[in-house]
């Protein structure tokens, strides 16, 4: 009864602006209105401290970047102006010169100028009021030297060594322009009340029950959203999500259990979307830790992984088997990095490394979906049965989500499953982020510290020759065949679901998009 109490509840917020009669039905809203399902609440929406999908998902709303990706469904990752209109690379490759866009404003009123586009990166690049190790994206921005605010309406980025990963990286929701007035105003409460200058703006959050937008009436788009009010309402099981979705209640869904999309897509009044995404689901080792601090250990575990079973038992064959981290739709990638499955080759590993059959090892997973792994508890069952044929011994601990991340960024795991989904669609926004030195204790949750990878990752940022890029990767690539600080299991599609009378979304592999979106 609690999910269908909150559900009503979301409904009761919009009635004042209803024209409905009152004897409507609990499952109508007005046509301006947009309920968005989803199985967990945002954690943080400050940019610059948030790295999950619930928050990112409100945030690509709320905020916007000075660059940003086309909403061309054939050309997802083309960067495209966005708060800067124009930019240009210096002749050394070591300055980036942006023009601003005039005549934008803040949800507070604030006017966005150089100055606020200077105090944002400054601000996402130190960590701000919780210091640098609370800024889980500041990796992708170690390559910048300083930032200037040139006039009004300038900017300019100036860099200690040249970086062709620069533009994608402020096209990422971390990179969003904030409010200098709203931050300093809030301090490490901003999460809870961000003002951006994008299309939506915040009504209201009632944590762990949905987070209410309003349509920004000032926004500078060159069209006005027609959705006016959009509701990401918290339903945190799957198969109530998907009875709401079929009587109305809700309007649109992500995180599809791929079990369930063909009944979906017999079900009347219901469409679905699904597309391949840029994500990996792997399993993270915790390299500090016993008995993964061994090498020979972690290379065993990777090869006791039977992908082909985790596709079909776990993914309904919605993936693909991965044996890198970077997905075959982005250069790069490889189709070994991981060694293969080989139950009898792992023993050996083990016995090598002086491994005890019998050995217990705790294995953490996540207590909602991810895009990237929509059967958490039916993966890490198959993950401990595959693991049990070489000698281990497998508790699984389920954590909520909070919790789940909190533990990961700690050191607390020993084994992980997690995921990632791309910001960028840029190779480097895998390895950086995931195996990065400078990032344990954020988003490095294998704790891999290898100064050679650190230092071929820069230099592979700085190569413009795409070729050569490439051959870059795969000298990352040997030390991670190498050292197998984890273990990637599969690359998996996307899927969305939403009422009939939803109109104008298309499901973009990086951001979640809504401006366009309107019902019928």
Request: hydrophobic share 40%; proline share 7%; aromatic share 8%.
């Amino acid at each position: 009864m609690r999910t269908l109490f909150t559900v009503l509840g979301a409904l009761a917020l919009l009635l004042p602006f209803s024209c409905k009669p009152s004897n409507a039905s609990s499952s109508e809203s007005p046509r301006d209105v947009l309920i968005y399902g989803r199985g967990k609440d945002s954690i943080s929406l400050d940019p610059a401290a948030a790295s999950d999908g619930e928050s990112t998902k409100v945030m690509d709303n709320v905020y916007e970047t000075l660059v940003d990706f086309s909403e061309d469904p054939a050309r997802p990752a083309e960067l495209i102006p966005c708060l800067a209109t124009s930019w240009e690379e210096g002749k050394d490759r070591l300055q980036w010169t942006f023009y601003l866009r005039k005549g934008v404003r803040f949800h507070d009123g604030t006017p966005f100028d150089a100055q606020a586009a200077k105090f944002s990166l400054d601000r996402l690049i130190s960590g701000g009021e919780w210091g640098p190790q609370t800024a889980p994206y500041r990796g992708n921005f170690v390559d910048v030297k300083e930032i200037q605010a040139q006039g009004s309406h300038t900017l300019v980025i100036r860099l200690r060594r040249p970086s062709v990963v620069l533009l994608r990286n402020l096209a990422m929701f971390c990179a969003s322009i904030v409010s200098p007035t709203a931050v300093k105003k809030e301090g490490r409460q901003f999460g809870d009340h961000p003002v951006g200058t994008g299309p939506y703006r915040l009504q209201s959050w009632k944590k762990d029950v949905r987070v209410t937008l309003t349509r920004n009436e000032d926004w500078w788009g060159d069209f006005r959203p027609k959705l006016r009010t959009i509701v990401f309402l918290q339903v945190r099981d799957w198969p109530s999500r998907r009875v709401q979705l079929e009587a109305g209640e809700l309007h649109m869904v992500d995180n599809v259990v791929f079990q369930d999309i063909q009944n979906l897509n017999q079900a009347k009044g219901v469409e679905v979307q699904v597309k391949d995404g840029m994500n990996v689901c792997y399993l993270t080792l915790n390299n500090e830790k016993p008995p993964f601090d061994h090498p020979l250990v972690r290379k065993a575990v990777a090869m006791a992984m039977d992908r082909a079973r985790i596709v079909s038992r776990g993914y309904f064959d919605f993936a693909r088997p991965a044996r890198d981290l970077i997905p075959p739709t982005i250069p790069g990638h490889s189709e070994d990095v991981a060694p293969p499955e080989d139950l009898d080759g792992a023993k050996s590993l083990l016995h090598k490394a002086g491994f005890k059959p019998g050995t217990s090892v705790e294995l953490r997973v996540m207590n909602n979906p991810r895009p990237y792994l929509m059967e958490p508890d039916k993966v890490a069952e198959l993950l401990r049965d595959q693991l049990a044929k070489i000698g281990f011994v497998v508790r699984i601990k389920k954590l909520d989500w909070a919790s789940y991340l909190r533990g990961l960024q700690e050191g607390e795991h020993q084994m992980a499953l997690i995921g990632w989904t791309t910001d960028n669609g840029d190779p480097d926004n895998f390895y950086g982020p995931l195996l990065s030195g400078d990032l344990v204790g954020g988003t490095n949750y294998s704790r891999m510290r290898n100064a050679q990878f650190d230092a071929l990752l820069r230099e592979a940022r700085g190569i413009s020759d795409p070729k050569a890029r490439v051959q870059a990767y795969a000298k990352i690539q040997d030390i991670l065949r190498k050292e197998c600080p984890l273990v990637p299991l599969v690359y998996t599609k996307i899927a969305s679901a939403y009422r009939s009378d939803v109109k104008g979304f298309v499901r973009h592999p990086i951001k979640i998009r809504l401006a366009r979106v309107y019902r019928e």
